[in-house]
């Protein structure tokens, strides 16, 4: 699956799951409710992530019985920076130089 077929919803779960060390679905959950000022739901996030484990992007690990843990992979790293790329070709930061 390329970050191009990722919903606009899957890649903000990428960028705070790389801006946290491995951080729990609820972590996960309530930052992206604290930014957006919307609920996020149980049904909502949770096959979200599972989406992103299963395209490689992130892994899943556990922190005790009931709580899973979430961390960005090599491979989603790696798609984030080039989607960062991607977008500085259109919307250049500070300090690059678009193409």
Do not use: C
């Amino acid at each position: 699956m390329a970050l191009f077929d990722l919903t606009g919803f899957q890649r903000d779960l990428l960028y705070v799951i790389a801006g946290f060390d491995r951080p729990s679905g609820q972590q996960i959950k309530s930052e992206l409710e604290a930014v957006t000022d919307r609920e996020i739901t149980h049904g909502r996030l949770y096959p979200n992530l599972d989406t992103l484990v299963n395209a490689g992007y992130v892994e899943k690990g556990q922190i005790d019985r009931r709580t899973n843990y979430y961390a960005l992979s090599d491979e989603g790293r790696e798609a984030l920076e080039a989607r960062l790329d991607w977008e500085d070709n259109y919307l250049p930061r500070e300090g690059t130089a678009s193409t």
